[in-house]
């Protein structure tokens, strides 16, 4: 199985980025999927989480109300629309895959994920 993400960048304070992750040999739609950020220096942190079917999603508290996590089951990809970015948001983006026989949980712990992609990364600087 293979993840890759996409969309990273360089942005100002209060921009906005869309990361994408496509997935491939796996099938998806069995997947909940997450996206986690680490920062330099500091840990990896979970940061959205949706389930299989889309219907339910979870985010970190430092987040909620800027980013939307969101997957298209046809496309097998999982997207992060970011607005509002701060400085703080500046870190190595990862997308996740955890399968699961649950069609609307979803998971914020990284030991429950069973692969990962590259990662993506996001600087968000004046």
């Known amino acids: 199985a293979q993840l890759v993400e996409s969309g990273g960048g360089l942005v100002q304070p209060g921009g906005s980025l869309r990361l994408s992750c496509a997935a491939s040999?796996?099938?998806?739609?069995?997947?909940?999927m997450g996206w986690f950020r680490q920062a330099p220096g500091k840990e990896r942190e979970f940061v959205a989480a949706?389930?299989?079917?889309?219907?339910?999603?979870y985010y970190v508290d430092s987040v909620k109300g800027r980013f939307t996590i969101s997957r298209d089951n046809a496309k097998s990809e999982v997207y992060l629309q970011m607005n509002s970015l701060k400085p703080e948001d500046t870190a190595v983006y990862y997308c996740?895959?955890?399968?699961?026989?649950?069609?609307?949980?979803?998971?914020?712990?990284?030991?429950?994920?069973?692969?990962w992609g590259q990662g993506t990364q996001v600087t968000v600087s004046s």
């Open positions: 949706i389930s299989r079917s889309g219907g339910r999603t």
């Open positions: 040999g796996l099938t998806f739609a069995n997947y909940a």
């Open positions: 996740a895959a955890a399968l699961t026989s649950y069609s609307e949980r979803y998971y914020s712990s990284a030991q429950q994920y069973d692969y």
